[in-house]
Every structure is written in C-alpha cells, then in structure tokens.
C-alpha cells in the first residue's frame, strides 16, 4: 500500500486536465427564429436570473460574485484586444491555462517526483517497522490484530514525518483541480449568461455581439454546432489526454484501471452534452482540452522539466516523446 501512496502521478486525471463535466451547462440559447432549434427545456434567459436564495441553485450560481467576476474578465479582455469574440474566448483561454495552471500543474509535478523519490526510504522503513513489530509481538504476545494495527499506525506517523521533512504531501499535488475545475465552469457559466442574453452595464447587448462573433462554421456563437464538428473534436482532445496518461501507466491497478474507464466514458458523454450548448462555451471547452493536453506534453520534456527545477526521478525518460509514441504504436496499432 505505501508503495502506491507515492506513484508517479497521483490520479490528478487528466483533465483535470479534463475537469468534471456537468449537463448544468446544456441549456443552450437562443434569441432569433433563424438560430438552430433547441429543445424546449433548453431555453431560459438570464434574466430570470433570481438573487442567491430566491432560485434554484443555478440562478445562485450565474448570478453569483465569482461568475460576475469571470463575464468582467471576459469583457475586458475583449475590449483590450479589439479581437471577434472567438479570438476573445481563444486567447482567454490560453492566458489562464498559461499563467495559472501551467504553474499548478509544474508545482502538482514537483510534488510527486519529490514523493516517488521517498519510495526506497519507504520501503526501507516498512520492512524494519515489520520487523520490529513481529519482534514485540511475540515479546508481548499480541494478536495478528493488535499487531497489524501497531503497524498501521507508526508506519502512517513515519510517513508523514518524511512527508512533513521534505515538504512533499501528495496532498498539495491536489491543488491544480481545486483551482482548474471551479475556473472552468464559472467561465462556462460566464459564456452562457453572455449567450443567453446578459447586458453590460452600458447597454449593449454581448449576446448580439456574439451571433455575428463566430469564425468558419460557427459564425453564430450563441447558436449550437449543427456540424458536431466542435463537441466530437472536445471529446477527441480529452480521450486523447486520457489515453496519454494511461500510455504511461505501466501494470495499472484494478482502482486505477477502473477510473481510467470511467474518465474514457466522461470523455464520450461530453459530446452529446457539448452538442446542446452554445457554441461560445464549446469553442472554450475546446481551447481548455487542447491547452490542457499541450500542458500535458510539455510536462514531459526533460528540459522543460529540468527548467522548472523537477527532480528526476527513477521513472524519467530521456526520450519521453518516443517511448510515447512506441507505446501507442504497440497498443494500438501492430495489434492490427
């Protein structure tokens, strides 16, 4: 068991890098007969938005300070820039995957090398504890019970000793999700509100600024994707930082294997649930995947690494990116 406490990667999946997709986003909008038919339990507008505790918990929630905070933000950056709103969401996206959770992500890294680096002392550790308690055990003549229980506890305290000695709880390495995931659904929220039809305070309507925003196929952002071109692409990018992450994974537990299902189905349902919102929202969950994946990849440059002051571990490659590719080529493709 403590051999696992610090593997490689804690199971900070990707996606977190994905983050925990929720159907509280399918309520897509529309303000035009012109625009793509939505379903009946899809429309809704935000005006109708209570105050916190009048409505149900997502009026609370598009009506709340960090959502608020988040439609600020996006306003600013569009004003800033001068560019169409898809250039806005694009390059939103890139600045707050680049200045924060590129740094969490390279803190979240540095914590679990620094934990698989304490593997050896802790198993160095576990083996005399062992030991040592079989020798008091049969000193005191305690029960198997007693005895594992003995063990359990001063293993746990050492540990955590070790832990608190090098700075390194893989709890820390937690940090990225509990930051990434609120992040990305008060920007959705944030997107949803402007496309359902939020004014800013000076009168203009962002909702009218974003059906004339679009790019290509999507020039209408408050409009869904007819093509399904934007939620099989979303579903694309996170199944292939899924299977990215379990490419490394060598000899998987039956617990890991079985969350690496369950984000695989997460990754799939996304894109029935990406084809009943507003375009604006997919096109950000799509610029999210692609950085989070980037991120991914990067992450597992030597130099980059050694930039970033990551301790090598028993477990680095010198040549990530082509054992990355050998591994896909045997999985996937010579099994043919």
């Known amino acids: 068991m403590l051999c696992r406490i610090g593997g490689r990667r804690l199971w900070s999946l990707?996606?977190?890098?994905?983050?925990?997709?929720?159907?509280?986003?399918a309520l897509a909008?529309?303000?035009?007969?012109?625009?793509?038919?939505?379903?009946?339990?899809?429309?809704?507008?935000?005006?109708?938005?209570?105050?916190?505790?009048?409505?149900?918990?997502?009026?609370?929630?598009?009506?709340?300070?960090?959502?608020?905070?988040?439609?600020?933000?996006?306003?600013?950056?569009?004003?800033?820039?001068?560019?169409?709103?898809?250039?806005?969401?694009?390059?939103?996206?890139?600045?707050?995957?680049?200045?924060?959770?590129?740094?969490?992500?390279?803190?979240?890294?540095?914590?679990?090398?620094?934990?698989?680096?304490?593997?050896?002392?802790?198993?160095?550790?576990?083996?005399?504890?062992?030991?040592?308690?079989?020798?008091?055990?049969?000193?005191?003549?305690?029960?198997?019970?007693?005895?594992?229980?003995?063990?359990?506890?001063?293993?746990?305290?050492?540990?955590?000793e070790l832990y608190v000695r090098d700075n390194c709880h893989p709890f820390k390495a937690t940090v990225l999700v509990w930051i990434q995931l609120p992040m990305w659904i008060f920007i959705s929220v944030a997107l949803r509100n402007f496309s359902m039809g939020a004014?800013?305070?000076?009168?203009?309507?962002?909702?009218?600024?974003?059906?004339?925003?679009?790019?290509?196929?999507f020039p209408d952002l408050t409009a869904l994707d007819s093509t399904w071109i934007l939620p099989i692409s979303v579903g694309v990018v996170n199944l292939l930082i899924v299977e990215i992450f379990a490419l490394q994974k060598v000899g998987m537990s039956r617990f890991h294997k079985l969350v690496t299902y369950f984000v695989r189905g997460v990754s799939v349902l996304m894109i029935p649930i990406a084809a009943t919102v507003p375009s604006s929202i997919v096109l950000y969950w799509l610029c999210s995947s692609f950085m989070g994946l980037s991120q991914n990849l990067l992450l597992r440059s030597p130099g980059f690494r050694q930039l970033c002051r990551i301790p090598m571990t028993k477990s680095d490659s010198h040549t990530p990116y082509k054992d990355l590719f050998s591994t896909f080529y045997a999985k996937f493709i010579s099994k043919k």
Request: net charge positive; proline share 6%.
């Open 14 to 25: 990707p996606g977190l890098q994905l983050g925990v997709r929720s159907p509280l986003f």
């Open 29 to 160: 909008p529309t303000s035009s007969a012109d625009r793509s038919a939505l379903p009946a339990w899809a429309v809704a507008s935000v005006s109708a938005v209570s105050p916190a505790g009048a409505g149900g918990w997502y009026e609370t929630l598009a009506a709340s300070a960090p959502v608020r905070g988040a439609e600020e933000l996006l306003l600013s950056a569009h004003s800033a820039t001068g560019l169409p709103w898809w250039g806005s969401i694009l390059l939103t996206t890139v600045a707050l995957r680049g200045a924060v959770t590129l740094p969490l992500a390279v803190y979240q890294h540095y914590i679990l090398a620094k934990v698989e680096n304490l593997q050896p002392e802790i198993k160095n550790i576990a083996r005399h504890l062992n030991q040592e308690v079989a020798v008091r055990a049969n000193q005191l003549g305690w029960s198997k019970r007693v005895a594992r229980l003995t063990y359990l506890k001063n293993m746990r305290r050492l540990v955590s």
């Open 199 to 217: 004014t800013h305070s000076e009168g203009f309507s962002v909702q009218e600024q974003l059906a004339t925003g679009g790019i290509l196929w």
